[in-house]
């Protein structure tokens, strides 16, 4: 089924993306997307490759932390 992934903190939308999830798979392949993105998006802040190699973990980790989830079917 085709359904409408949101992550939000606060009024910012972190991540938005239309995924086809079917099944366990499916779910955490939507996931890993979101992840790799939210990685993308805090590297492109990160200005010192020592911080970057450091913390490239727990930095996806921080701007995730407190987000919301939402689902929605299409």
């Not at 085709?2 to 939507?30: C, N, P, S």
């Not at 590297?43 to 987000?67: F, K, Q």
Request: proline share 0%.
């Amino acid at each position: 089924m085709k359904v409408k992934l949101e992550l939000t903190k606060g009024a910012t939308i972190l991540h938005e993306g239309i995924y086809d999830i079917d099944d366990t798979e499916t779910f955490g392949a939507a996931w890993q997307d979101v992840w790799a993105k939210a990685r993308e998006r805090w590297m492109t802040r990160t200005t010192s490759i020592g911080a970057l190699m450091d913390a490239i973990h727990e930095g996806v980790i921080d701007e995730l932390n407190g987000a919301e989830i939402r689902l929605s079917r299409l």
